[in-house]
């Protein structure tokens, strides 16, 4: 789907082909047709617009025939229904910027897009620049808020971790490991193109935009600091719940060891009086409750000294 936005006396509105200062925004489902399209229209190598079919895509700039390509990861929550999978994911999201357009092109719906579509009618589609700044600003914030997310989520697991004994919450903050490792590494790779792009000054920024992206470097490393440190708190805290079920099944082994020994002088005791051979005071009238004793006096002497030991 293909859609055509312009600034028209500070309102955004929607028009229904690409003109002069237009932002275009190409969204899933994506059809091959509807690139073929672009690329005639606006004169834009096909890759360019292809390079967001792959999720694995890094981030980068490029530059062919005068037209620009920026591809930056961006979070967005997975729609998986397979539940080993993570709750949150990175995809790329490719920016193109002609001589009179810029072009945006993202394979999955995209929060960060939508926030700067909100905002858009205080934009001028003119400043191009401009705009892919404030893009990667609300990719910035995006990655921000799913981290705040992410460790909320992570603080209730670990609550309900510590009054439960099934296996769901440790599944889910597996899930959350594996969304901060696609943050971490997404993060990592946005903030090397930042970087590069404050060097080289790809875009041609002025001073006013340099200082927007060089404030946009800082963001993205305070992002990347805290996924970096949600991360090793998670690390060690599943570490540590599996320092305490081993631990519980150390106890719980211990504990049945126990119960079986106490238990093995009883059946001993019976199996000797139960033989088919004479035994001693098998004529006494309370033959019966001699083993009876015996083994409980054993039993009780033999719990006396694991609960001394501490083994229950």
Not at 68 to 78: D, G, H, Q, S
Not at 259 to 274: E, N, R
Not at 277 to 288: E, G, K, R, T
Request: hydrophobic fraction near 45%; glycine fraction near 2%; charge should be negative.
């Amino acid at each position: 789907m293909i859609q055509y936005f312009k600034n028209i006396n500070g309102v955004t509105t929607a028009i229904e082909k690409a003109d002069n200062e237009t932002w275009v925004n190409i969204l899933p489902p994506l059809k091959h047709e509807e690139f073929a399209e672009v690329s005639e229209t606006l004169d834009i190598p096909i890759e360019f617009l292809q390079d967001s079919l792959d999720i694995d895509e890094r981030s980068r700039f490029e530059l062919e025939d005068n037209v620009k390509l920026i591809v930056i990861k961006a979070p967005t929550e997975n729609n998986s229904f397979n539940e080993s999978d993570a709750f949150y994911i990175t995809i790329p999201i490719c920016i193109i910027l002609t001589h009179n357009q810029i072009v945006t092109v993202n394979s999955f719906e995209n929060g960060a897009l939508k926030k700067f579509l909100n905002t858009f009618q205080n934009r001028h589609a003119d400043k191009k620049n401009m705009m892919v700044v404030k893009i990667f600003e609300k990719i910035t914030q995006t990655f921000m808020e799913y981290l705040k997310e992410i460790n909320h989520r992570r603080n209730i697991l670990e609550q309900q971790l510590y009054a439960s004994n099934r296996n769901e919450e440790l599944l889910d903050l597996m899930r959350i490991q594996k969304s901060l490792v696609y943050f971490v590494t997404a993060l990592r790779s946005n903030e090397m193109l930042l970087m590069k792009l404050t060097r080289t000054n790809f875009l041609g920024l002025n001073e006013e935009e340099k200082e927007e992206l060089d404030d946009l470097v800082v963001d993205t490393s305070q992002a990347l600091e805290m996924a970096n440190i949600y991360t090793n708190i998670l690390s060690s805290t599943l570490d540590a719940f599996a320092s305490i079920i081993s631990n519980n099944q150390n106890s719980v082994l211990k504990r049945l060891t126990s119960i079986t020994i106490i238990l093995q002088f009883p059946v001993l005791i019976a199996s000797i009086y139960g033989m088919n051979v004479p035994i001693p005071y098998q004529h006494q009238p309370h033959a019966f409750y001699i083993p009876i004793i015996l083994a409980l006096s054993v039993s009780i002497i033999m719990g006396a000294y694991f609960m001394r030991k501490k083994w229950f």
